[in-house]
């Protein structure tokens, strides 16, 4: 078979069960180099939430890994030099692959490794930025960033699109043809199916004990509580709203918790749930009606909990500066307002409140159904 090393920072949840896939279907042989070498125990510091946590689902069984040691003085994936490895490359070499997958090139040994394989074996990228957040109009910083990124891809054989804004910003940077291939961003649909109807039966359990009427509409956000979230606009647009048979869930927790908290006054109708980790939020999800992400970026290059709230059965509401904005469609379940618009989101949410707007369960699930693992993997195998 055909060999693919896969070079990307630490063990997520959108990403593992890709990699056990691959090596469940055994076109291509596959191992993963893990560049943030402090993150294999399990624990994972997030600089948004202060806290180190550790995801409560299996990350690393049922395929090949190596976690390189990270000499960063500052590790961590949130800047250039929070990955910093002396033996990457040389590890990569020494695995002898036919094709290099690269998540990212925003740390310093992702950058080395981009360069130093391009032009020895096919380099493949997998990154989901957007134009979304871009500033409008001239400025010498945005032309200098529109070069450096030409070059950067300039170094790559395929790029990996997740989505059409993600598309746009690989054609923006001189990323075309064959060298464009689409792989959708994925979940693991199946973990949120509900196939004998017991996590709906235990969600309405759940609303009983929070006091939610039966006939009640319930709006979901799920998240971290953080400025590009933009779950303060939410907030202040569900109390303008003013219908008693509606609530607002809000799991997560993050910088802003207590800001929120104030913004919503003690009002019954708006419930924090706090933190929920990845075993709950099949769950989670069902506790509402309809999942909303009013996010404003910069940096929600594509919103994953929007595939977890369609996996789920739920209608997404979703600003359109949600990097999955321009995929999500009207006819699957989704529906879109333009960032900070409070009288678009009112309306949109007015409407399910008074039940105009009714979806079915298994349509939805099914329309999200393309946005699979076995997409991605079908396509990264046929390139290698």
Same mark, same amino acid.
């Given at each position: 078979?055909?060999?693919?090393?896969?070079?990307? *920072?630490?063990? +997520?949840?959108?990403?593992?069960?890709?990699?056990?896939?691959?090596?469940?279907?055994?076109?291509? /042989?596959?191992?993963?180099?893990?560049?943030?070498?402090?993150?294999?125990?399990?624990?994972?510091?997030?600089?948004?939430?202060?806290?180190?946590?550790?995801?409560?689902?299996?990350?690393?069984?049922?395929?090949?890994?190596?976690?390189?040691?990270?000499?960063?003085?500052?590790?961590?994936?949130?800047?250039?030099?929070?990955? +910093?490895?002396?033996?990457?490359?040389?590890?990569?070499?020494?695995?002898?692959?036919?094709?290099?997958?690269?998540?990212?090139?925003?740390?310093? *040994?992702?950058?080395?490794?981009?360069?130093?394989?391009?032009? &020895?074996?096919?380099?493949?990228?997998?990154?989901?930025?957007?134009?979304?957040? /871009?500033?409008?109009?001239?400025?010498?910083?945005?032309?200098?960033?529109?070069?450096?990124?030409?070059?950067?891809?300039?170094?790559?054989?395929?790029?990996?699109?997740?989505?059409?804004?993600?598309?746009?910003?690989?054609?923006?940077?001189?990323?075309?043809? *064959?060298?464009?291939?689409?792989?959708?961003?994925?979940?693991? =649909?199946?973990?949120?199916?509900?196939?004998?109807?017991?996590?709906?039966? &235990?969600?309405?359990?759940?609303?009983?004990?929070?006091?939610?009427?039966?006939?009640?509409?319930?709006?979901?956000?799920?998240?971290?509580?953080?400025?590009?979230?933009?779950?303060?606009?939410?907030?202040?647009?569900?109390?303008?709203? !003013?219908?008693?048979?509606?609530?607002?869930?809000?799991?997560?927790?993050?910088?802003?918790?207590?800001?929120?908290?104030?913004?919503?006054?003690?009002? !019954?109708?708006?419930?924090?749930?706090?933190?929920?980790?990845?075993?709950?939020?099949?769950?989670?999800?069902?506790?509402?009606?309809?999942?909303?992400?009013?996010?404003?970026?910069?940096?929600?290059?594509?919103?994953?909990?929007?595939? /977890?709230?369609?996996?789920?059965?739920?209608?997404?509401?979703?600003?359109?500066?949600?990097?999955?904005?321009?995929?999500?469609?009207?006819?699957?379940?989704?529906?879109?307002?333009?960032?900070?618009?409070?009288?678009?989101?009112?309306?949109?949410?007015?409407?399910?409140?008074?039940?105009?707007?009714?979806?079915?369960?298994?349509?939805?699930?099914? *329309?999200?159904?393309?946005?699979?693992? &076995? =997409?991605?993997? /079908?396509?990264?195998?046929?390139? +290698?």
């Amino acid at each position: 078979m055909k060999k693919l090393a896969i070079i990307t *920072s630490h063990p +997520v949840q959108y990403n593992a069960p890709l990699f056990r896939l691959l090596t469940e279907r055994r076109k291509i /042989e596959l191992k993963v180099f893990y560049t943030w070498g402090q993150t294999k125990n399990g624990n994972v510091y997030d600089p948004d939430f202060k806290t180190t946590f550790t995801w409560d689902i299996p990350l690393l069984d049922g395929y090949e890994k190596e976690f390189l040691e990270n000499i960063s003085i500052n590790p961590g994936a949130g800047h250039f030099k929070g990955i +910093v490895n002396q033996n990457l490359i040389e590890r990569v070499q020494y695995y002898q692959p036919d094709a290099v997958m690269i998540y990212g090139w925003s740390f310093e *040994s992702h950058l080395k490794a981009i360069r130093f394989f391009s032009g &020895k074996t096919k380099v493949l990228f997998r990154g989901d930025s957007t134009l979304l957040d /871009e500033p409008s109009g001239f400025s010498m910083k945005k032309i200098a960033r529109r070069i450096f990124l030409k070059w950067v891809y300039r170094n790559i054989s395929v790029a990996l699109y997740t989505g059409e804004s993600n598309k746009q910003y690989f054609l923006q940077h001189g990323v075309t043809g *064959s060298k464009l291939r689409y792989a959708p961003h994925a979940i693991d =649909n199946s973990r949120f199916a509900d196939d004998d109807g017991s996590l709906e039966l &235990k969600a309405a359990k759940w609303r009983n004990e929070l006091d939610i009427p039966a006939d009640t509409t319930v709006f979901l956000f799920a998240g971290k509580l953080e400025s590009k979230k933009n779950v303060q606009f939410l907030i202040e647009c569900f109390i303008e709203m !003013k219908q008693d048979n509606t609530r607002l869930i809000i799991t997560g927790t993050g910088v802003m918790e207590e800001e929120l908290k104030q913004l919503a006054c003690g009002d !019954k109708h708006i419930i924090f749930t706090g933190f929920c980790n990845q075993l709950m939020m099949p769950l989670v999800y069902r506790l509402g009606n309809v999942f909303v992400l009013p996010s404003q970026g910069p940096g929600e290059t594509w919103g994953l909990s929007v595939n /977890e709230a369609m996996a789920s059965g739920r209608p997404v509401i979703i600003s359109d500066r949600c990097g999955c904005a321009a995929d999500i469609g009207h006819e699957t379940g989704g529906h879109v307002f333009k960032n900070n618009n409070k009288a678009e989101l009112i309306n949109i949410m007015m409407k399910f409140a008074k039940k105009e707007i009714v979806y079915k369960e298994k349509m939805i699930q099914k *329309s999200i159904m393309n946005y699979s693992f &076995k =997409n991605i993997a /079908e396509a990264i195998e046929s390139i +290698v």
